[in-house]
Protein backbone atom coordinates (compact mmCIF):
# COMPACT_ATOMS: atom_id res chain seq x y z
CA UNK A 1 0.00 0.00 0.00
CA UNK A 2 1.58 3.61 -1.12
CA UNK A 3 2.14 5.79 1.69
CA UNK A 4 1.13 9.99 1.09
CA UNK A 5 2.36 12.24 3.10
CA UNK A 6 1.06 16.49 2.19
CA UNK A 7 2.94 19.27 3.44
CA UNK A 8 2.85 22.91 2.99
CA UNK A 9 -0.48 24.13 4.25
CA UNK A 10 -0.65 27.18 6.52
CA UNK A 11 -2.08 30.63 6.98
CA UNK A 12 -1.88 33.03 4.59
CA UNK A 13 -4.25 36.55 3.64
CA UNK A 14 -6.55 36.47 0.84
CA UNK A 15 -4.69 36.87 -2.64
CA UNK A 16 -1.56 35.23 -1.13
CA UNK A 17 0.02 32.06 -2.62
CA UNK A 18 0.55 28.41 -0.99
CA UNK A 19 2.44 24.88 -2.66
CA UNK A 20 1.34 21.71 -1.03
CA UNK A 21 3.37 19.11 -1.89
CA UNK A 22 2.56 15.23 -1.50
CA UNK A 23 5.40 12.54 -1.22
CA UNK A 24 4.69 9.06 -1.89
CA UNK A 25 6.31 6.08 -0.97
CA UNK A 26 6.84 3.36 -3.14
CA UNK A 27 8.27 2.76 -6.46
CA UNK A 28 5.00 2.96 -8.55
CA UNK A 29 4.08 6.38 -8.24
CA UNK A 30 4.75 6.79 -12.27
CA UNK A 31 2.14 4.72 -13.25
CA UNK A 32 -0.57 6.28 -11.59
CA UNK A 33 -2.66 10.12 -12.10
CA UNK A 34 -2.69 11.76 -8.77
CA UNK A 35 -5.41 14.54 -7.38
CA UNK A 36 -6.06 16.77 -4.83
CA UNK A 37 -9.47 17.05 -2.97
CA UNK A 38 -10.17 19.59 0.13
CA UNK A 39 -12.76 19.23 2.75
CA UNK A 40 -14.25 22.10 4.31
CA UNK A 41 -16.06 22.12 8.45
CA UNK A 42 -19.29 20.80 7.96
CA UNK A 43 -18.70 19.91 3.94
CA UNK A 44 -18.37 16.80 1.73
CA UNK A 45 -15.08 16.24 0.36
CA UNK A 46 -14.97 17.89 -3.06
CA UNK A 47 -12.29 17.60 -5.97
CA UNK A 48 -9.79 19.76 -6.82
CA UNK A 49 -7.47 18.78 -9.29
CA UNK A 50 -6.25 15.53 -10.98
CA UNK A 51 -3.10 14.97 -12.94
CA UNK A 52 -1.95 11.70 -15.37
CA UNK A 53 0.57 9.89 -14.65
CA UNK A 54 2.67 11.56 -17.10
CA UNK A 55 1.73 14.68 -15.97
CA UNK A 56 0.38 15.30 -19.82
CA UNK A 57 -2.94 16.20 -18.73
CA UNK A 58 -4.63 18.14 -15.66
CA UNK A 59 -8.35 18.74 -14.86
CA UNK A 60 -9.62 21.33 -12.34
CA UNK A 61 -12.84 21.99 -10.74
CA UNK A 62 -14.49 24.95 -11.73
CA UNK A 63 -13.88 27.00 -8.48
CA UNK A 64 -10.29 27.04 -8.77
CA UNK A 65 -9.63 27.18 -12.61
CA UNK A 66 -6.74 29.61 -13.21
CA UNK A 67 -5.37 30.27 -9.79
CA UNK A 68 -4.24 26.52 -8.81
CA UNK A 69 -1.94 24.47 -11.00
CA UNK A 70 -1.50 20.29 -10.34
CA UNK A 71 1.90 19.31 -11.30
CA UNK A 72 4.53 16.65 -10.70
CA UNK A 73 7.73 15.15 -10.52
CA UNK A 74 7.90 11.57 -11.33
CA UNK A 75 11.29 11.38 -10.28
CA UNK A 76 10.96 12.65 -7.15
CA UNK A 77 7.30 10.68 -6.41
CA UNK A 78 5.67 14.29 -5.74
CA UNK A 79 2.74 15.62 -7.02
CA UNK A 80 2.38 19.47 -6.38
CA UNK A 81 -0.50 22.36 -5.85
CA UNK A 82 0.55 25.72 -6.68
CA UNK A 83 -2.86 27.79 -5.46
CA UNK A 84 -2.33 31.67 -6.28
CA UNK A 85 -4.93 34.06 -5.56
CA UNK A 86 -6.22 32.03 -2.27
CA UNK A 87 -9.76 33.23 -1.11
CA UNK A 88 -11.44 32.51 2.22
CA UNK A 89 -13.68 30.03 0.48
CA UNK A 90 -10.56 27.78 -0.06
CA UNK A 91 -10.28 27.68 3.71
CA UNK A 92 -10.11 23.73 3.44
CA UNK A 93 -7.99 20.54 5.12
CA UNK A 94 -6.24 19.09 1.59
CA UNK A 95 -5.87 15.88 0.82
CA UNK A 96 -3.64 13.97 -2.22
CA UNK A 97 -4.92 10.62 -3.64
CA UNK A 98 -3.85 8.26 -5.76
CA UNK A 99 -5.56 7.30 -9.19
CA UNK A 100 -6.72 3.25 -9.66
CA UNK A 101 -5.07 3.90 -13.21
CA UNK A 102 -2.76 6.09 -15.06
CA UNK A 103 -6.07 8.32 -15.34
CA UNK A 104 -8.59 9.47 -13.24
CA UNK A 105 -11.38 11.74 -12.74
CA UNK A 106 -13.55 13.88 -10.19
CA UNK A 107 -15.02 10.95 -7.99
CA UNK A 108 -13.32 9.85 -4.76
CA UNK A 109 -13.97 6.12 -6.39
CA UNK A 110 -11.43 6.72 -8.59
CA UNK A 111 -8.89 6.85 -6.36
CA UNK A 112 -7.72 4.45 -3.82
CA UNK A 113 -4.70 5.71 -1.22
CA UNK A 114 -5.44 8.78 0.47
CA UNK A 115 -2.91 11.20 2.89
CA UNK A 116 -3.50 12.35 6.71
CA UNK A 117 -4.29 15.52 5.19
CA UNK A 118 -2.93 19.86 5.24
CA UNK A 119 -4.46 22.39 6.74
CA UNK A 120 -5.05 25.62 4.60
CA UNK A 121 -6.24 28.32 6.09
CA UNK A 122 -7.47 31.73 4.16
CA UNK A 123 -7.87 34.91 6.07
CA UNK A 124 -9.50 38.01 5.09
Known amino acids: QVQLVESGGGLVQAGGSLRLSCVASGRTFSKYAMGWFRQAPGKEREFVAT????????SYADSVKGRFTISRDNAENTVYLQMNSLKPEDTAVYYC?????????????????WGQGTQVTVSS
Open 97 to 113: ARGVSYSAGYYSAQYDS
Open 51 to 58: ITWTGGAT
